[in-house]
């Protein structure tokens, strides 16, 4: 079996409403999708997500990627061969992780195929049957905030994720509102996407002490490694790190500089799966513990996600993933709907996502 084509196409799905964060809001998605398919004519589907305000990439950056060099250095190989075609991708372009996460998980879901197994099977059977997954409460004023938490819990949801990062006073205040109405049983997590300073997170961080949180994530830029430590020192709530992590020589770094105590992992900014599961060991060896990040995929990049938790050994329940749920339309047969706070584990063969050829080229542009 060798790889005869790699396909790359620029997705832009609808949100159902606007989401914002401390660097910017977000409309619609700015994904690629990749399919490749081998001389035998088994196809794979991987997802690719970015978000140029956050990693510097967007749709059309990922399609050039492909296309120009990571498609091109991966012909002719086999795709059970995910450590070589790895190698390959990294010689032919440094860095661009989300490019080369969409090509890697189209390798592995053509391995379930080919194996007549669900992904998941691959790497070590299933860890977590119940994928719990998770509230986003984004940047908005703290009374839409308390509504969105309440219909969450009213969902059965036990985890939910508040954005914060532009407004200290509003931040804290979000942040309260949504723990009075959740109640003390709710796991409430808070991203501040680098949006403070020095001076400014210790006071926010702080304020937000008594309101017994899961963690504090990633509330300095990605490079000050010292400010979290000592942001860490001086907390009782943990500290997590998102931008800041990307692969294992980064868990390395954040752990011997003591600036945190959980490590963000998402699929497309790791450069997929295998990748992923490097840093999870990664961590793990290091005593950090982990949790599955989002950068609102696709009900295809979502499934893929889904596959990598349930057999990761040190991740946190909690997942966050919404599926289909965001979305205007998806690009999937039957989208991919939370239930009550959980997805399900996909089971059919390989990623066991049904992509539509017509929605793929509506929203390909």
Aim: proline share 5%; hydrophobic share 45%.
């Amino acid at each position: 079996m060798k790889i005869a084509s790699v396909e790359a196409f620029p997705v832009a799905l609808p949100l159902k409403k606007p989401f914002s964060i401390a660097l910017g809001t977000m409309t619609h998605t700015s994904h690629i999708i990749v399919k490749v398919t081998t001389d035998d004519g088994i196809f794979g589907f991987g997802e690719g997500a970015t978000w140029h305000v956050v990693y510097g990439y967007d749709r059309h950056a990922l399609e050039w990627a492909v296309e120009r060099y990571l498609g091109p250095a991966i012909l002719g190989m086999d795709p059970f061969d995910i450590e070589h075609i790895l190698s390959a991708m990294d010689m032919a372009l440094p860095g661009n992780l989300m490019a080369k996460a969409g090509v890697e998980i189209a390798c592995q879901d053509i391995r379930g195929k080919a194996l007549g197994v669900p992904l998941h099977r691959l790497f070590g059977g299933v860890l977590m049957e119940r994928l719990e997954t998770i509230g986003f409460v984004d940047i908005v004023p703290p009374e839409e905030a308390a509504r969105l938490a309440e219909a969450f819990t009213r969902e059965g949801y036990r985890f939910i994720k508040i954005k914060v990062g532009l407004n200290a006073k509003e931040d804290v205040e979000r942040v309260r509102v949504v723990r009075l109405t959740v109640g003390p049983d709710t796991c409430i997590r808070v991203d501040g996407n680098q949006g403070y300073d020095r001076a400014s997170a210790g006071k926010v961080c702080r304020a937000l002490e008594p309101f017994n949180l899961q963690w504090i994530e990633q509330p300095l830029p990605y490079w000050d490694i010292e400010g979290l430590a000592a942001l860490a020192r001086d907390l009782t709530t943990s500290i997590a790190v998102d931008e800041s992590i990307y692969g294992v020589h980064d868990v390395y770094r954040v752990a011997q500089a003591h600036a945190a105590d959980i490590i963000n992992i998402k699929l497309s900014k790791c450069g997929g799966i295998t990748n992923s599961l490097k840093v999870a060991n990664a961590a793990h060896a290091m005593g950090l513990s982990c949790f599955l990040g989002s950068c609102i995929e696709t009900g295809l990049g979502s499934t893929a996600a889904l596959h990598f938790a349930a057999c990761c050994p040190n991740l946190h329940a909690g997942i966050e993933m919404d599926g289909s749920m965001p979305f205007k339309d998806d690009i999937l047969a039957e989208p991919l709907i939370p239930a009550y706070g959980t997805l399900p584990l996909p089971q059919g063969t390989g990623l066991g996502a049904d992509v539509q050829p017509d929605k793929l080229a509506r929203y390909s542009k």
